[in-house]
Nanobody, 123 residues
Framework: QVQLVESGGGLVQAGGSLRLSCAASGRTFSSYNMGWFRQAPGKERDFVATINARTGSTWYADSVKGRFTISRDNAKNTVALQMNNLKAEDTAVYYC????????????????WGQGTQVTVSS
């Protein structure tokens, strides 16, 4: 089983950048597609980005396309989310998760989740 721990969240001004990281334990990390989701207070958990395990291809939500970049390092068992030009509406708890499907845009398609990391963007 793969266990996930997110880090890198914080408080940033609008227009700024943050880089989130998700560390995975387990020898099968490289076999799984990875995704990032976010959840604002009182709202559902929304898809942000996903990356294919085999091809490295990526898929983004329209709201973050051109501003966020997902990447993975299979040697280090990590997946990252580089977030640029942050907006107040990006404020949420960000979660990473893994799935055998691609592209998987629904949280129901994911099998395991980290504890999340808070991102707050001040306007």
């Amino acid at each position: 089983q793969v266990q996930l721990v997110e880090s890198g969240g914080g408080l940033v001004q609008a227009g700024g950048s943050l880089r989130l990281s998700c560390a995975a334990s387990g020898r099968t990390f490289s076999s799984y597609n990875m995704g990032w989701f976010r959840q604002a207070p009182g709202k559902e958990r929304d898809f942000v980005a996903t990356i294919n395990a085999r091809t490295g291809s990526t898929w983004y939500a329209d709201s973050v396309k051109g501003r966020f970049t997902i990447s993975r390092d299979n040697a280090k068992n990590t997946v990252a989310l580089q977030m640029n030009n942050l907006k107040a509406e990006d404020t949420a708890v960000y979660y990473c998760a893994f799935t055998v499907r691609y592209p998987a845009l629904s949280p129901q398609s994911y099998d395991s989740w980290g504890q999340g990391t808070q991102v707050t963007v001040s306007s």
